[in-house]
């Protein structure tokens, strides 16, 4: 019986700090739209270098690798655009619009 108390404590100490709320990582914040765009622009810069990366070893014709770089810049665009929409202009954008 005396052996059988550490191991219960432990085991129950073990899923108390693998199951408590604030480190389970399936409990996240809710995301905001900004949120989304920054990983859809990382998902998109990451596709662009791997793209990249198979033309150079000669994966792709240059016809298909022109298509598939041109609709990435353009979704890129799209979303970089979007996300400066969204995120409050910075000091340093303020003073360069205002008047000297």
């Keep these: 019986m005396n052996g059988i108390l550490p191991i219960i404590v432990l085991t129950l100490g073990i899923f108390a ?3 408590w709320p ?8 809710d995301k905001t739209r900004a949120d989304y765009l ?6 998109i810069y990451d596709n662009l270098r791997d793209l990249n990366f198979e033309y150079l070893a000669g994966k792709h014709p240059e016809p298909d690798y022109a298509e598939q770089r041109a609709a990435l810049e ?19 954008r303020i003073r360069t619009q205002l008047p000297s």
Excluded: H, I
């Design 22 to 29: 604030e480190k389970n990582p399936f409990v996240q914040r």
């Design 74 to 92: 353009d979704e890129a665009a799209q979303v970089v655009a979007e996300l400066e929409g969204l995120t409050p202009p910075t000091v340093s």
């Design 38 to 43: 920054r990983e859809r622009k990382d998902v």
């Design 17 to 19: 700090y693998m199951f």
